[in-house]
């Protein structure tokens, strides 16, 4: 079945600088690749996904990559504020569970002042 | 609309004892999920739905039941709790469509088994 790693598990950045999170997945028959953002206390909330037949997706100061033939995707904040620190998670979709998502295990993104 | 509602919010149970977690959604999606998301793993697929009457297992089964008899609710049942499933629960549901897959969460449910 489908597996999803995600790395680094912490990351901190001086407010101003980039962050960029990476995934790896392991289903060649995955097309859908999200990232959402859960700050402490609350629900997971979309913030950008990419399709298998795009290669790069930006809004704003976020930004999403696919590697399709490394099946690797990577996640890029640039000018990061302060509002940015929270986690973040990849997933990507699943044939063996009828196209439901498989999760990474979180970034904690830590934005110093 | 409320979107995805979850109750109750917070829930202690007694080891061996059963209950519900209640979910609702009022999008008129056809996909709804059940998970359990733990410290530092991330969010892990209990069981989920693609239609009223349809149910399948996700990943971290065992210890739970779904039913979905109409397409607004989604009620995961644990049969006999054990401290293991302490955890925080999601629901989630999205649109059937190809073109939609943009899963919607609810505010979730912390269960804690003593």
């Known amino acids: 079945g489908e597996n999803v790693e995600q790395h680094p598990s912490t990351l901190s950045v001086q407010e101003g600088d980039s962050a960029v999170i990476k995934c790896t997945y392991s289903?060649?028959?995955?097309?859908?690749f999200p990232w959402y953002k859960q700050e402490l206390g609350k629900r997971p909330q979309l913030i950008i996904d990419i399709r298998s037949n795009v290669g790069e997706k930006k809004d704003q100061r976020i930004a999403v990559t696919l590697n399709k033939t490394a099946k690797h995707f990577s996640l890029h904040i640039t000018e990061t504020q302060p509002e940015d620190s929270a986690v973040y998670f990849c997933a990507a979709n699943s044939m063996d569970s009828n196209y439901q998502l498989i999760w990474g295990a979180g970034t904690k993104l830590i934005i110093k002042p | 609309n409320a979107g995805v509602t979850q109750t109750p919010k917070f829930q202690v149970l007694k080891t061996g004892q059963s209950m519900t977690l209640q979910c609702a959604q009022d999008m008129n999606h056809e996909y709804m999920s059940w998970y359990r998301q733990d410290p530092g793993m991330g969010l892990r697929l209990i069981h989920y739905s693609v239609g009223a009457g349809i149910t399948d297992q996700g990943e971290v089964p065992n210890g739970y039941n779904v039913s979905r008899s109409t397409t607004e609710d989604f009620p995961l049942r644990l049969l006999s709790a054990a401290p293991s499933q302490t955890s925080v629960y999601f629901c989630?549901?999205?649109?059937?469509?190809?073109?939609?897959?943009?899963?919607?969460f609810g505010p979730g449910t912390r269960l804690t088994v003593t």
């Open positions: 289903d060649s028959a995955s097309n859908y």
């Open positions: 989630a549901s999205r649109d059937g469509l190809a073109s939609s897959y943009e899963q919607y």
